[in-house]
């Protein structure tokens, strides 16, 4: 199962190639917050609880962001794979996900950060707030501060992937296609080891 972790701050273009990965390799889109508005529109449990709490101000713990996540796992167990689109932000979040996905006898096959100069990113929301009616693409203070959050959670979860040797940083500026095809030559690269290693736990088995 091919599962990538796609990360890069507002304006990079992650939507755009989330679109074009989703199409080519078949794959499940995970975005933590269209979970949370789905499973709160359904009044599921997970979601009764998740509004109960954000109606109090406060945050969604992990638990219940990771038991969202869980039953889309249960749901879709013939997909090809998933992208996980802002998750996990945290190294905590980071080993919760490694967690669960062996419990389905998977993992993150790698973490995939594109990375946009800041005055390129605000640039950018500026530009798409012309049209996207978004209030925080149209303020430029609440830009950079997203910005910054972004760059601070990365820098956590980034070194974790690292370890694992997972981590890929691609430069987000340049042709779509171009940084989509490097995009795709990473994924590939990792789904070539894993048949190999697959392959030799298989021979290593039956000798």
Do not use: W
Request: glycine share 8%; charged share 25%; proline share 3%.
């Amino acid at each position: 199962m091919l599962n990538i972790v796609l990360f890069g701050p507002p304006g990079a273009g992650k939507g755009t190639q989330s679109q074009k990965l989703i199409a080519r390799y078949n794959l499940v889109h995970l975005s933590t917050g269209d979970l949370l508005r789905s499973q709160i529109a359904q009044g599921t449990e997970l979601g009764l609880h998740a509004k109960k709490l954000m109606d109090e101000g406060l945050l969604v713990p992990d638990e219940v962001v990771i038991g969202m996540i869980e039953s889309q796992l249960a749901g879709n167990t013939e997909a090809n794979g998933f992208i996980f689109d802002g998750f996990p932000r945290t190294v905590p979040q980071a080993e919760s996900l490694d967690a669960l996905t062996q419990r389905y006898d998977t993992g993150v096959s790698c973490m995939i950060a594109l990375e946009v100069a800041e005055e390129e990113l605000v640039k950018r929301l500026l530009e798409r707030g012309k049209t996207s009616n978004r209030p925080d693409d149209q303020d430029e203070t609440k830009i950079r501060k997203r910005v910054t959050v972004y760059n601070t959670e990365t820098a956590q979860v980034a070194g974790f992937y690292a370890a694992q040797n997972k981590f890929h940083a691609l430069n987000g500026i340049g042709e779509i296609e171009s940084i989509f095809e490097q995009i795709c030559a990473i994924i590939d690269k990792h789904q070539a080891v894993t048949t190999q290693d697959t392959k030799q736990a298989t021979n290593e088995v039956k000798a």
